[in-house]
Nanobody, 122 residues
Framework: QVQVVESGGGLVQAGGSLKLSCVASRDTLDSYAVGWFRQAPGKEREFVASISWDGVNTYFADSVKGRFTISRDNAKSTVYLQMSSLKPEDAAVYYC???????????????WGQGAQVSVSP
C-alpha cells in the first residue's frame, strides 16, 4: 500500500514562494496520477492540483491557477508543487496523494501523508 511523505512547508510572507515535494515511502508514484490537496483550520480538505503519470496533463483549482505549478520527476519518484504569489488564504496543511488506479486524474486518492504546513503572513 502506497504511503507518501510531504516536505517543503514553512512560513512565507504574502507574495512569496514555496516549493513542496512529495515522495512515496512505500510503493511508487511513477505510473499514477498524483494530486495535491489542502486543509485549512475549520475547513474541509480541498483539491489544489494534480498531474498525470507522464506529466502531460495538469489540473488546478481555480483559486490557484496562474500561481501554482505542479511537476514530477519519475526518476526520483517525486512530485512537486511550486507555489508563487502566495496569499494568506493559501495557508493550510498541504497533502499529496496518489490515485488508486488511474494514471490520468486523481479521483480515488490514497496513501495520504502527514502533510506539510504552509503559513503565509500578511
Amino acid at each position: 500500500q502506497v504511503q507518501v511523505v510531504e516536505s517543503g512547508g514553512g512560513l512565507v510572507q504574502a507574495g512569496g514562494s514555496l516549493k513542496l515535494s512529495c515522495v512515496a515511502s512505500r510503493d511508487t508514484l511513477d505510473s499514477y496520477a498524483v494530486g495535491w490537496f489542502r486543509q485549512a483550520p475549520g475547513k474541509e480538505r480541498e483539491f489544489v492540483a494534480s498531474i498525470s503519470w507522464d506529466g502531460v496533463n495538469t489540473y488546478f483549482a481555480d483559486s490557484v491557477k496562474g500561481r501554482f505549478t505542479i511537476s514530477r520527476d519519475n526518476a526520483k519518484s517525486t512530485v512537486y508543487l511550486q507555489m508563487s504569489s502566495l496569499k494568506p488564504e493559501d495557508a493550510a496543511v498541504y497533502y499529496c496523494a496518489r490515485d488508486k488506479f488511474s494514471g490520468v486524474r486523481v479521483s480515488q486518492p490514497t496513501g495520504w501523508g502527514q502533510g506539510a504546513q504552509v503559513s503565509v503572513s500578511p
